[in-house]
């Protein structure tokens, strides 16, 4: 190999991966489907190894191949961070597209979209609500450029490759139920969950997280729990157990305090706790717009 591949035909490279197919990589790039064969034919010449093989009318990557993805990956965001480096000379400014979950929306990302407008107006921030899954997806896709997901540590997320992730809190969780249930005593523990073998539970209704959270606490109590509800407003999963109408898991965050009506105990912290993360494409951290939000998301998140 006497020159270096061409950087474009690497992220042609990357985007099959990813997308699967000659057409998926077309349609998002704008180049035609016999340009990117081309291109990727070349990249082969290039590279001198076959990087394709063919099944039936599609494509696969060969070992070589899968193997220069995972180099192209580090290339790609390397040369993205030293832009970044060296367009942040200036100052902050541009558009920084952000999405995150419903509680760490409300309680973090606006606190810190107020600060950064104040400290860096040319920043331009765009807020998106979406479940975890969904940010992960628009991040892939260049959709956005910032996201805030969770995770439970007994239900952990697996972050594609192409993304890098920093911790930004971690938050205890508490056993909702119905006043009527008593208040009880210390953190609810297994034996505490065994009685409520019969309770109907209230989970997620669009992240499976929530669900899977639910299914592994009860299995280690010993059960299968009932869902009586599936729902996503936290203030709604607040009443209805206050209405005596199910039980739930709630992260911190989501417990509303002034409630008489719903008694919160604190779930044994061997049992999990919820995690929150930023995530970026790798080499954007230092993007200035992404490395000051980041700055403001971290900060607020400690408040």
Request: charged content about 20%.
């Amino acid at each position: 190999m006497d020159a270096l591949p061409d950087l474009g035909r690497l992220r042609l490279l990357v985007e099959l991966s990813r997308l699967g197919t000659m057409a998926a990589v077309a349609e998002r790039t704008g180049y035609g489907t016999s340009a990117v064969s081309k291109h990727l034919a070349v990249l082969e010449q290039e590279i001198g190894a076959p990087l394709l093989a063919p099944v039936g009318r599609r494509v696969r990557l060969t070992p070589a191949g899968e193997r220069l993805v995972e180099h192209a990956i580090g290339i790609l965001a390397a040369v993205e961070e030293a832009r970044a480096e060296l367009c942040g000379e200036a100052g902050p400014a541009g558009r920084m597209r952000l999405a995150g979950y419903a509680s760490a929306t409300e309680q973090v990302v606006v606190p810190a979209l107020v600060r950064l407008r104040t400290e860096h107006p040319g920043v331009e921030a765009q807020l998106y609500e979406h479940e975890p899954e969904q940010t992960l997806q628009l991040l892939l896709a260049g959709d956005i450029d910032l996201g805030v997901i969770y995770d439970y540590s007994l239900v952990p997320r697996e972050v594609p490759s192409g993304l890098s992730v920093r911790h930004l809190a971690a938050e205890p969780l508490h056993l909702a139920l119905p006043a009527a249930y008593g208040t009880g005593e210390g953190p609810a523990a297994l034996p505490d969950l065994r009685q409520l073998a019969g309770a109907g539970w209230i989970t997620n209704s669009r992240g499976t997280d929530d669900d899977e959270l639910v299914q592994r606490v009860c299995a280690l109590a010993g059960f299968t729990p009932r869902i009586a509800h599936r729902v996503d407003s936290l203030h709604l999963i607040n009443m209805l157990a206050g209405a005596g109408l199910g039980v739930a898991l709630l992260a911190d965050s989501g417990v509303e305090r002034h409630r008489t009506d719903v008694v919160f105990r604190p779930l044994d912290p061997l049992l999990g706790t919820r995690r929150s993360f930023l995530v970026a494409r790798r080499g954007q951290w230092s993007w200035p717009p992404i490395a000051c939000a980041a700055r403001a998301l971290a900060e607020a998140a400690q408040n």
